[in-house]
């Protein structure tokens, strides 16, 4: 992998007529910083705010690269000596929409994604809990592999009717059931944007109930793209689209 980026930051320099010198080092957010990634960098513990951050960035040099990466540390919740969740980049994105957001009170933040993220965060900008679902990545796997495909897609106009019937369906029924229904509904002549808004209700919904425990009538703010933005809108009302 570090050749593979190697090749990529030189072309990317070429392009850009800038030499390795006149770059003082590059930011590594995210999974980068992981045993998947460049290189493996720790988490640390909650609380985390800014300075936390800041101070536990390590700054490491990535054989073939001249330029020295600055990686930041992800965020892990424990239980004593148990892990319990675990975050790369979602707390410097978190850190950030803090930073710029006019408000003085604890907050929610969602933060869809391949992960998504449910980020519990004080009216000073630190991150005191957080929860992940594995929304994002069961909702591509479902459109992209499985029998599904040919009746549902990321690309669809929202029908908020058929969301939260999704939602309903999902909770009455469980998951499984719900899903085997959309082919049933497609049966049925019901069109790719109704069926897709109730696959994607059938899914959120579940973080939505997630939401609504830990919440507890705080200000909730969801950023990401539109179609999350808009089913978490649907599903919850009275959230804030970032």
Request: aromatic fraction near 6%.
């Amino acid at each position: 992998m570090c050749k593979r980026v190697g090749s990529l930051l030189n072309d990317l320099l070429e392009q850009c007529a800038v030499k390795e010198c006149d770059i003082e080092s590059i930011v590594a957010l995210g999974m980068a910083g992981s045993e998947i990634g460049l290189l493996d960098i720790p988490h640390i513990f909650l609380p985390a705010d800014a300075r936390t951050l800041a101070e536990n960035i390590r700054k490491e040099k990535i054989e073939g690269i001249n330029i020295p990466f600055l990686f930041f540390p992800g965020v892990k919740k424990t239980e004593g000596n148990v892990l319990i969740d675990v975050m790369r980049g979602e707390e410097t994105e978190t850190i950030g929409l803090a930073s710029i957001l006019p408000f003085a009170e604890n907050a929610i933040f969602v933060l869809p994604g391949t992960h998504n993220k449910i980020v519990q965060v004080s009216s000073d900008g630190t991150i005191d809990d957080f929860h992940t679902t594995f929304s994002g990545e069961l909702l591509d796997s479902i459109i992209s592999n499985t029998i599904l495909a040919e009746q549902v897609s990321h690309d669809f106009q929202i029908v908020e009717s058929a969301v939260l019937k999704g939602a309903l369906y999902a909770k009455e029924n469980g998951l499984n059931a719900a899903l085997f229904h959309i082919r049933v509904m497609a049966k049925n002549g019901i069109d790719v944007n109704a069926l897709s808004s109730f696959l994607y209700g059938c899914v959120i919904g579940e973080d939505v109930c997630l939401i609504k425990r830990i919440s507890q009538g705080k200000r909730i703010y969801v950023s990401g793209k539109r179609t999350f933005r808009e089913v978490y809108d649907t599903s919850r009302g009275g959230v804030r689209r970032l």
